[in-house]
């Protein structure tokens, strides 16, 4: 089992940035790949970005290419979503997930899940 923790949501205006974090426990941590997902109201659960186990390789959606990166600290634990240039249409709860093979781009590929954090981006 693996506990995920997002931290670092809030309210922003746009071009502003924002910092998101997702701890995690239980099992070792550089065992699984992790991922970024976001939900708006009324719309399914989409892929952001995605990082490898090792955290040498990174994934990203045409949407956040270029504006966000995600990165991990395996001793620590922790994977990050380093969001700049948001966007009125990056609102929405992001979570965190991790999955025990490689990463992908469904949701339902990943096997843990945190509780999201609202990130807001005032026009």
């Known amino acids: 089992q693996v506990q995920l923790v997002e931290s670092g949501g809030g309210l922003v205006q746009a071009g502003g940035s924002l910092r998101l974090s997702c701890a995690a426990s239980?099992?070792?941590?550089?065992?699984?790949?992790m991922g970024w997902f976001r939900q708006a109201p009324g719309k399914e659960r989409e892929f952001v970005a995605a990082?490898?186990?090792?955290?040498?390789?990174?994934y990203y959606s045409d949407s956040v290419k270029g504006r966000f990166t995600i990165s991990r600290d395996n001793a620590k634990n922790t994977v990050y979503l380093q969001m700049n240039s948001l966007k009125p249409e990056d609102t929405a709860v992001y979570y965190c997930?991790?999955?025990?093979?490689?990463?992908?781009?469904?949701?339902?590929?990943?096997?843990?899940w945190g509780q999201g954090t609202q990130v807001t981006v005032s026009s």
């Open positions: 997930a991790a999955a025990r093979t490689g990463w992908d781009e469904r949701p339902n590929y990943y096997h843990y």
């Open positions: 239980g099992r070792t941590f550089s065992n699984y790949a």
């Open positions: 990082i490898s186990r090792s955290g040498g390789s990174t």
